[in-house]
Nanobody, 119 residues
Framework: QVQLVESGGGLVQAGGSLRLSCAAS????????MGWYRHPPGKQRELVST???????NYADSVKGRFTISRDNAKNTVYLQMNSLKSEDTAVYYC?????????????WGQGTQVTVSS
């Protein structure tokens, strides 16, 4: 059993910054991928960024150059630094943890945190 607790969401003016945090507890396998997804109102859920336990990262094209993902393996915590925020970044942001055992994968999700960017 793994639990993910997110924090850092809120209301921010366009052009501002926020930093999201997600702390994982429970049995955390050494090899895993953590990431952030978001669900804007009226739109499909989309991947924002992921980072592996080996610190390999990827980003959605819409956030490249503005967002930075990082992790602290000792604390089992992943962060998302969001700069130059735009109104289209408004969404519920969800933290994700995924790991593999052979050909099977296991997925865990946080409760979501609201990010609202005002123009």
């Amino acid at each position: 059993q793994v639990q993910l607790v997110e924090s850092g969401g809120g209301l921010v003016q366009a052009g501002g910054s926020l930093r999201l945090s997600c702390a994982a507890s429970g049995r955390i396998f050494s090899r895993n991928t953590m990431g952030w997804y978001r669900h804007p109102p009226g739109k499909q859920r989309e991947l924002v960024s992921t980072i592996t336990s080996g610190d390999a990262t990827n980003y959605a094209d819409s956030v490249k150059g503005r967002f930075t993902i990082s992790r602290d393996n000792a604390k089992n915590t992943v962060y998302l630094q969001m700069n130059s925020l735009k109104s289209e970044d408004t969404a519920v942001y969800y933290c994700n943890l995924r790991y593999w055992l052979g050909s099977l994968w296991y997925d865990y999700w946080g409760q979501g945190t609201q990010v609202t960017v005002s123009s």
